[in-house]
């Protein structure tokens, strides 16, 4: 019985000096971008000057989205370290294109990797139905080049 109280008092201290390491940590910032429509980012990095870099799917053409081809597009927004926008970029055709992944390059510039069912706007070669998509960006956003990749069944990347 006196071990369970020992072990009891124990913890109880224990709890009590932690606690203040328990708590939540301040928010530095948060924002919010996208337009009427739906926007989602799936992937974000953070950058090698600091800033951050998301990807995602809207359907939005108002708000912070401009550029929309239609259907669904890529979205790529890059922020600085303290989330303000710098540039963002709707990527696809006037099919069906999501991005899902971003990731910075040795040479600073971004790929990023999604699906497409578009054969127009910046979408060029898809060979039927969804096909893996995957974009080069310089470090504006502009693309540098696009590959789609796959059959005539739906092929992903992610």
Request: negative net charge; contains cysteine.
């Amino acid at each position: 019985m006196r071990s369970l109280r020992a072990i009891f008092i124990y913890l109880v201290t224990l709890m009590c000096l932690s606690g203040p390491v328990l708590h939540a940590q301040n928010i530095s910032w948060q924002k919010c971008f996208g337009g009427s429509g739906f926007d989602y980012a799936y992937s974000s990095q953070q950058t090698s000057d600091g800033g951050y870099i998301l990807c995602g799917i809207t359907g939005s053409n108002d708000g912070t989205v401009s550029g929309y081809h239609g259907g669904d597009d890529f979205w790529v927004e890059k922020l600085d370290a303290e989330g303000n926008p710098l540039w963002q970029k709707c990527l696809g055709g006037s099919g069906m294109d999501y991005g899902w992944a971003i990731q910075q390059t040795t040479d600073g510039n971004y790929i990023v990797a999604g699906s497409s069912n578009s054969n127009d706007g910046n979408v060029a070669g898809n060979h039927g139905d969804y096909d893996a998509w995957v974009v080069k960006l310089d470090t504006s956003g502009n693309v540098i080049w696009q590959k789609c990749l796959g059959g005539t069944g739906s092929d992903e990347a992610y």
